[in-house]
């Protein structure tokens, strides 16, 4: 198993950045491909990014491309998010979340979620 603990959410002014981290513990987190989510209020939680167990490959959702980046320091067992260019539609409760497999898209091929960090971006 795998604990993950998020943060570096908080509140911000559109345009600005956060960068939120994801550590983990427990398993070696190496084996572990890494998906970042996120849940807005009345919303269903949706996919943001996720990276292979070495960081080799990233997958992102097409309305974060060229704004977020997803990176992981196996030395640390800690996965990020850096966010720029943030917007007010960009406010939700982000989670991290791990498998053994690969860098879905799909939460459901995800096995390990943190409790989540809230991002809030005012206009």
């Known amino acids: 198993q795998v604990q993950l603990v998020e943060s570096g959410g908080g509140l911000v002014q559109a345009g600005g950045s956060l960068r939120l981290s994801c550590a983990a513990s427990?398993?070696?987190?190496?084996?572990?491909?890494m998906g970042w989510f996120r849940q807005a209020p009345g919303k269903e939680r949706e996919f943001v990014a996720a990276?292979?167990?070495?960081?080799?490959?990233?997958y992102y959702a097409d309305f974060v491309k060229g704004r977020f980046t997803i990176s992981r320091d196996n030395a640390k067992n800690t996965v990020y998010l850096q966010m720029n260019t943030l917007k007010p539609e960009d406010t939700a409760v982000y989670y991290c979340?791990?498998?053994?497999?690969?860098?879905?898209?799909?939460?459901?091929?995800?096995?390990?979620w943190g409790q989540g960090t809230q991002v809030t971006v005012s206009s």
């Open positions: 427990g398993r070696t987190f190496s084996g572990y491909a």
């Open positions: 990276i292979s167990r070495y960081g080799s490959s990233t």
């Open positions: 979340a791990a498998n053994l497999i690969g860098y879905y898209s799909q939460d459901a091929r995800y096995d390990y």
